[in-house]
């Protein structure tokens, strides 16, 4: 994933293992610890899915949420934009078993979370959206915005993605 933001691989990363041993107050409170490092400028990034269900994916419906998934989804949200105190308590949410079966790709959800409780912020949703069913592809981010995507029409002066080799294409 940093490729993409940082081609030349000239950025210094430490991954952190998720103990899963641990509650999610425990995680929550290990991404709160993390904001002196976010205050020296240090990007923090957390990844996975609030919704991650791989066995009741739906092939046939690449942009489609199931009902429970949007439920889920949508509590999350509501927290992490209004509370983000309130994201370990997501699990007593009725469909946190079924939209989070494992919780390896919810858990770095709770070290954003963590970090936005420390600054007494909330979150804003970085990209949105739901696929195969089981899968939200939603994205936060805490004082980053995404860049405008360019308008890569040929009347916009810009190549025509479908001409650009791929050796060329490290977008």
């Known amino acids: 994933m940093l490729v993409h933001a940082f081609p030349e691989a000239n950025v210094p990363v430490v991954q952190l293992s998720i103990d899963a041993r641990r509650d999610f107050d425990w995680h929550f409170q290990l991404g709160a610890g ?16 609030i919704v991650h269900n791989l066995r009741a994916l739906s092939w046939s419906e690449p942009e489609l949420g199931f009902d429970w998934t949007r439920r889920f989804d ?5 927290a992490l934009t209004e509370n983000p105190n309130d994201v370990p308590r997501l699990q007593s949410h009725a469909d946190f078993e079924r ?3 494992t919780p390896d790709h919810f858990i770095p959800l709770l070290y954003l979370a963590g ?8 979150l ?9 069913g089981s899968l939200s592809m939603a994205s936060y981010t805490l004082d980053a915005t995404c860049p405008a995507v360019p308008d890569t029409r040929p009347s916009a002066g810009l190549p025509d993605p479908a001409l650009v080799l791929p050796e060329d294409a490290n977008v």
């Open 34 to 49: 993390l904001s002196p490092l976010r205050e020296r400028g240090v990007l923090i990034v957390g990844s996975g899915n």
């Open 115 to 122: 970090l936005a409780g420390a600054a007494g912020r909330s």
């Open 74 to 78: 949508d509590a999350a949200r509501m």
């Open 124 to 132: 804003d949703v970085l990209v949105d959206g739901y696929a195969f």
């Open 99 to 101: 939209s989070s079966p």
